[in-house]
């Protein structure tokens, strides 16, 4: 079973910067493409960002120019560098991969969500 912890979430001026923080086991699987994603109160989930295994990335339109994700496989984490905050930002931020295992099997897993709050 993949696990993902999420951490980096709190309460920021709008105009301040964020990084969350997903970190992962390599045990046993490989990641392909991770995500953030973010779920507003009242409001369907959706995708901020995502990075596939070979580093390419990929953004909402609300998240271009502002947030960056990466990743760093020696310290097995993903991050989403967050800066110009606004408060149309704020929610509960997930971390999701989709993995393959060393059998061959494919699965997707979530982090547990850290909440981000952008005051005006």
């Known amino acids: 079973q993949v696990q993902l912890v999420e951490s980096g979430g709190g309460l920021v001026q709008a105009g301040g910067s964020l990084r969350l923080s997903c970190a992962y086991s390599?045990?046993?699987?490989?990641?392909?493409?991770t995500a953030w994603y973010r779920q507003a109160p009242e409001k369907q989930r959706e995708l901020v960002a995502a990075?596939?295994?070979?580093?390419?990335?990929n953004y909402a339109d609300s998240a271009k120019g502002r947030f960056t994700i990466s990743r760093d496989n020696a310290e097995n984490t993903v991050y989403l560098q967050m800066n110009s905050l606004k408060p149309e930002d704020t929610g509960v931020y997930y971390c999701?991969?989709?993995?393959?295992?060393?059998?061959?099997?494919?699965?997707?897993?979530w982090g547990q969500g850290t909440q981000v709050t952008v005051s005006s």
């Open positions: 390599t045990r046993m699987f490989t990641l392909n493409t």
């Open positions: 990075i596939t295994r070979h580093g390419t990335t």
């Open positions: 999701s991969t989709s993995y393959t295992t060393i059998w061959g099997a494919q699965g997707t897993a």
